[in-house]
């Protein structure tokens, strides 16, 4: 168990939350990375063990072909938490990721803060580690183009994943099939929202410092906003079925009832995509508790195609109407397949897409914040 952290190391992490400016680290590069064989688990390691990440581990280590091997955080309340849910026996303790990075761990799951993912993805990949990273990619462009960077530089052998589960849910894959073969015609229009109660809640804290760590998804320079941080996932499908970033986006944004926190609780957007199409998108964090209205719709010319977590619709024609049910969690289906992909070999490498999909989420940001038409050119050059 490494318990040698330093008191510097820790100030400057809570520094960095503290101005929101990630700085860049040096990274102590392993003399060996053990490489991974079927007949072997997987030794993965958590860095940001919140509640999200704490649950990517859990169904890792649940895995029969990996296991949770070490956990990294800065607060030891979550270290303990998290090793107690997992029921992990003496698990490697790190509080600087860039030793866990420097340690003979084969993979890494990235769960911490929006802000901190190009940095530490970066020295992931640096460390030649096998990376599950949690969206989104970053909160700014910069950060976007560093995860770019970063991927186009990651050994070929590795693989480079990220949250965005619903590429690898069945119901997705089948309906992008089905899209694809045309069973729905030429797609003329598309709408994605998600609304759904407020997901945080702010805990007091008497260090300022650590109370912004902590409650990191109340401040966007930190979180990115929720259109970044949470509805990412719609604009990734979008992303994903129409095969083109949008053209422009404009709408409206606003909080009207969680006013004690620097981030939207509603917001409304239209986005044109090539081709003529324009896609509606909704979302809110204000909607009472028990309701929610999560996903996706494609209208084509024969049929519309209507995605989420929880079901595929197929809608042929008046009465034509097929529902195929999600088994479980899609994120299972995400993070089996990294598992599986790093004991096969066949890796993937998904930084480029991902930041993209991140990128459509900042170009909608920034048209509810200046509350007037963006473009994707005005905003990133190409």
């Given at each position: 168990?490494?318990?040698n ?22 990274i ?9 064989q079927?007949n072997?688990?997987v ?7 919140g509640?999200?990440g704490t649950?990517d ?34 698990p490697?303790v790190?509080?600087?990721f ?25 020295a992931?990949?640096?460390a ?7 969206k ?26 990220t ?43 008497d260090d ?16 990115g906003?929720?259109i970044?941080?949470?509805?990412c ?5 979008l ?32 986005f ?8 509606n ?7 009472p ?10 209208t084509g ?20 109407r097929?529902?195929?049910?999600s ?29 993209i999909?991140?990128?459509i ?20 050059g190409?």
């Amino acid at each position: 168990m490494d318990t040698n952290h330093s008191a510097a190391s820790r100030r400057s992490f809570i520094s960095r939350a503290a101005g929101a400016a990630a700085g860049a680290f040096m990274i102590v590069k392993p003399e060996s990375v053990r490489g991974s064989q079927a007949n072997s688990k997987v030794s993965v390691g958590l860095i940001g063990a919140g509640n999200r990440g704490t649950y990517d581990a859990s169904i890792v280590h649940a895995d029969p072909r990996a296991q949770i091997t070490a956990i990294c955080d800065l607060f030891d309340d979550r270290i303990e938490a998290a090793s107690a849910k997992m029921k992990l026996q003496k698990p490697a303790v790190y509080k600087d990721f860039e030793k866990a990075l420097a340690s003979d761990l084969d993979a890494v799951i990235i769960a911490t803060p929006p802000f901190e993912h190009p940095q530490m993805l970066e020295a992931a990949i640096q460390a030649r580690k096998h990376v599950y990273c949690e969206k989104p990619m970053a909160v700014d462009y910069a950060g976007c183009k560093r995860v770019i960077a970063a991927g186009r530089k990651a050994d070929p052998k590795k693989c480079v994943s990220t949250g965005f589960q619903q590429r690898y849910g069945p119901v997705y894959l089948e309906a992008y099939k089905r899209m694809k073969e045309g069973q729905v015609g030429e797609i003329v229009n598309a709408r994605a929202f998600w609304i759904a109660s407020d997901p945080f809640k702010r805990v007091p804290y008497d260090d300022p410092k650590i109370e912004r760590v902590r409650n990191w998804f109340c401040y966007r320079e930190l979180s990115g906003d929720i259109i970044v941080e949470q509805d990412c996932h719609n604009l990734d499908v979008l992303y994903w079925f129409l095969g083109a970033t949008p053209i422009r986006a404009v709408g409206y944004g606003g909080r009207k009832v969680r006013t004690t926190m620097d981030i939207l609780d509603h917001l409304s957007l239209t986005f044109e995509f090539p081709n003529g199409i324009h896609v509606n998108f909704e979302a809110n964090q204000l909607s009472p508790p028990g309701f929610s209205n999560v996903g996706e719709e494609f209208t084509g010319t024969k049929g519309v195609l209507q995605t989420s977590r929880a079901r595929l619709v197929h809608v042929k024609g008046p009465g034509q109407r097929e529902t195929i049910p999600s088994k479980r969690d899609i994120t299972m289906d995400a993070i089996e397949a990294f598992i599986g992909r790093i004991i096969s070999g066949d890796v993937e490498n998904v930084a480029e897409r991902s930041a993209i999909s991140t990128m459509i989420a900042i170009l909608g940001r920034t048209a509810l914040y200046r509350r007037r038409e963006v473009t994707w050119k005005s905003l990133y050059g190409a």
